[in-house]
Each structure stands twice: as structure tokens, then as C-alpha cells.
């Protein structure tokens, strides 16, 4: 029924804060105070994998190893999360909540509020609030650090900021796609390396001030009408010089919605500039896009979408789509707002000034 994992009757997903804020009201809700270890048998990420031998089921051979090939199996309900080489290395669940929970020690700005599991435990993940208030062209916006992995081969622990635009719920990167380097990722090929990673997520903490910086000057640059219109043909591959009849109603379609997403956003930030335009897409992502959910959930859907996978891809091109187009040369005015440089790239390299005292 859900992408929430349901494993054993129960929705393994642990949250602080409101109950009417979580997905379907679903999940157990911690109290300030409770250890990591409560926070991983609450949100259900008290089992662990194994590698298993993968067999091919060979007609007239029989069951048949596969060289090199191993299964990675969830122990406490023997499904298989998926298909990976011999050269695969599995984060414990609980490894990874650990981990999680002694780098945000570092800062008491950070603070753990969601973690769980989606499909049947293929995919895990946790968030952390950062405490301190952002205010982005004028919008109020949550920060967080988000950390993922999977377990069935498709793809590597990921460790990045996000901010969510308040009025609407709407996500991006903290980094606004200006830095690779704000998006940490170990392959699954190599150890686990805690201790690199945690001094690598430094760089994620200091894109949050990269994400205001870059905010703050898309709300200064003004867009016509016909650069937005530009700029959502660019999102959807439509060619700006086609006519009517030579695009499909697929696209027309998501073209309108795109049009309407900005109709709505413009009624909650300054209508007409780079930033509203981007938020009209983050909002078409995250509320309005049409998922493959099957009989699913399409807010999880979109959630998966928006967090990991083409939802996500779309929201790093809005952002270079923006940038690279020479009309409004959004990068000058990001230069202007940084005050000492035309590289946004040393944004990023703004160092994390922990709020503990060693």
C-alpha cells in the first residue's frame, strides 16, 4: 500500500515532532532525549544484510552460481534488496543511523527528526533539522542534512543538505546544483569510512549559506514573460521554436502545469524573478508531477522521485538551465550578492563554525 516500509505490520519509520505533519500519520513518534539505539528499534532499522550466493535457474543444468554475483538479503525476513557484484560493501542499518547520529553531535544546531525505510528496506534513510532560522529572498526555509543509502545496487551512500521552502514544502539542494562537492557519495565497492565522511559533510554544512547567497539573488533578477516561457521549454526538451501542432500533448500538458505551478508560486514570492520560476518547477516536482506509483501513494512517489531519483535530476537542471541562460546572467548577480568574487564555487568553501566549544 505504501513505499513506507510496512515489514512485520507496522510502518518502520520513527519521527520527532507532530504526528499530522508525517505521511499518512504513520511511524512512531520519539521523544526529546531518547537514544539512537531507541531511534533504530522505532524506526525499524534494528536488522541487518548479508551477501548471498546468486544462482540462475539453467534448463536442463538446474540451479547454476553466478560468478562474481552475490544477492544482498534482509536477515530478519530473508528478502532479497538486491542484485550487486561480490565487490559490494552493505552499510548496517543501524551503522548507518550510528554514524548519523555522531556527526550531528558535533553541532547542537542539528537535531534528528525523521528516520525509516522505503519499499520493503531497499532504500534508508534519516534527516536532521538545523536549528538555526534561513531566510532565502525573502522566504522561510528549513535546513536539513540528509543522509541515504540503498541496498539494492542502485546506488551509493549519499550524504547531502536540502532546504524546504516553508510555504510550501518545496525541496532543492543546499547547494543549488553550484558545487558537486556539496553532495558526498561512498561507493559501495569500498569500506565505510566514517570518519572521512563526517569531515567531508563539513562542506554540506557550509552550503547552506552557498543556498542563501545564490537564493538571494535569483529574487533580485527579473524575468519577461517570455524568458519563462523559455525557460520551462528548456525543462521540458520542447524546442523554443516549435509550433503547436509538433509538440506532443505530453509535453503540452506539462508545459501548462508548469504555467500554473508559477501562477500559484507567484502568489507567494516576488512574481517575475529567477526565483519564483524555480520554485514553480520545485513545486511541479514535489506536488503536481504525475509519478509511476502504480496503485501506490503518489506523495511517496514523488518523494522518492524528488529525493533520489528524475525529479531530482530535473530540479539540478532548473538550477544550470537558469545559470547558462546568457539573458539574464543570473551568475553576475550572484557575484554581486557574494560582494568579493565572480567564482560560486568559493561560496561553498565558507567554513562550518560548530556552535559547540571544544
Known amino acids: 500500500m505504501h513505499n513506507i516500509d510496512m515489514t512485520n505490520g507496522r510502518a518502520n519509520m520513527a ?23 531507541e531511534w533504530a528499534r ?49 552499510v548496517q542499518p543501524s551503522q548507518m543511523l550510528d554514524w548519523f547520529g555522531q556527526y550531528i553531535e558535533v553541532d547542537d544546531r542539528f537535531q534528528l527528526d525523521v528516520a525509516g525505510s522505503l519499499k520493503q528496506g531497499e532504500i534508508i534513510w534519516a534527516t536532521a533539522t538545523y536549528r538555526d532560522d534561513l531566510t532565502v529572498a525573502g522566504d522561510r526555509h528549513q535546513a536539513r542534512l540528509l543522509m541515504t543509502t540503498t541496498f539494492d545496487g542502485t546506488g551509493a551512500t549519499i550524504n547531502k543538505g536540502t532546504m524546504t521552502r516553508v510555504v510550501c514544502n518545496n525541496t532543492l539542494n543546499a547547494a543549488l546544483g553550484a558545487d558537486k562537492q556539496a553532495v558526498i557519495k561512498t561507493r559501495h565497492n569500498t569500506k565505510f569510512d566514517a570518519k572521512k565522511v563526517g569531515e567531508e559533510l563539513a562542506t554540506i554544512a557550509s552550503s547552506f549559506g552557498a543556498y542563501k547567497a545564490i537564493g538571494d539573488a535569483m529574487g533580485r533578477v527579473h524575468l519577461a514573460k517570455e524568458q519563462i516561457s523559455k525557460f520551462f521549454k528548456a525543462m521540458l526538451d520542447i524546442p523554443f521554436d516549435a509550433k503547436g501542432d509538433e509538440i506532443s500533448t505530453r509535453k503540452m500538458n506539462q508545459f501548462q502545469d508548469l504555467v500554473e505551478a508559477y501562477g500559484a508560486t507567484a502568489h507567494e514570492t516576488d512574481p517575475g524573478t529567477a526565483w519564483c520560476a524555480l520554485n514553480a518547477v520545485t513545486r511541479y516536482i514535489d506536488h503536481d508531477r504525475s509519478t509511476r506509483a502504480g496503485k501506490g501513494d503518489q506523495t511517496e512517489a514523488r518523494f522518492l522521485s524528488s529525493q533520489f531519483g528524475s525529479g531530482a535530476q530535473m530540479k539540478d537542471k532548473a538550477v544550470s538551465v537558469l545559470c547558462e541562460m546568457s539573458d539574464i546572467d543570473l551568475l553576475k548577480a550572484v557575484s554581486a550578492q557574494t560582494s568579493s568574487t565572480d567564482d560560486v564555487s568559493a561560496i561553498l568553501k565558507q567554513p562550518f563554525v560548530s556552535s559547540v566549544i571544544a
Open 15 to 37: 519521527f520527532a515532532g507532530s504526528r499530522k505533519d508525517i505521511w499518512h500519520s504513520l511511524g512512531q513518534q520519539m521523544q526529546p532525549g531518547m537514544s539512537i539505539e
Open 42 to 90: 522505532a524506526a525499524g532499522l534494528d536488522w541487518h544484510v548479508e551477501k548471498a550466493l546468486a544462482y540462475a535457474d539453467v534448463p536442463g543444468h538446474g540451479m547454476v552460481g553466478v560468478k562474481g554475483a552475490r544477492h544482498v538479503v534482509r536477515m530478519d525476513t530473508g528478502h532479497p534488496l538486491g542484485y550487486v557484484s561480490d565487490r559490494y560493501q552493505p
